[in-house]
Nanobody
Framework: QVQLRESGGGLVQAGDSLRLSCAVS????????IGWFRQAPGKEREGVSC????????YYADSLKGRFTISRDNAKNTVYLQMNSLKPEDTAVYYC????????????WGQGTQVTVSS
């Protein structure tokens, strides 16, 4: 059974940093692209970032470039999202998801971790 478990969320102030983790079990992460999505209250889910199987391709939403960094550790079956200079508009539930390519993530999803940024 494939499971994705996010962690690292919390309540921080604007300008602070957080590092989210997504641990994958039941499958070897090396065979998958993996990415992050977020959903704020009353808004649609949006793609945040993705990293390909080979790490040659990384994707970031335009509004997040320069502040967020995605990385993966296949030996630990874990992907990370380093979030710097957080803003109140980054407040959302953050989810990770895997797929063969960044263009078709969603084979499996985590349960989400809450990030709240106060002003």
């Amino acid at each position: 059974q494939v499971q994705l478990r996010e962690s690292g969320g919390g309540l921080v102030q604007a300008g602070d940093s957080l590092r989210l983790s997504c641990a994958v079990s039941g499958r070897a992460l090396e065979y998958y692209a993996i990415g992050w999505f977020r959903q704020a209250p009353g808004k649609e889910r949006e793609g945040v970032s993705c990293i390909s199987r080979t790490e040659r391709i990384t994707y970031y939403a335009d509004s997040l470039k320069g502040r967020f960094t995605i990385s993966r550790d296949n030996a630990k079956n874990t992907v990370y999202l380093q979030m710097n200079s957080l803003k109140p508009e980054d407040t959302a539930v953050y989810y990770c998801a895997i797929g063969i390519f960044c263009s078709n993530l969603g084979d499996y999803w985590g349960q989400g971790t809450q990030v709240t940024v106060s002003s």
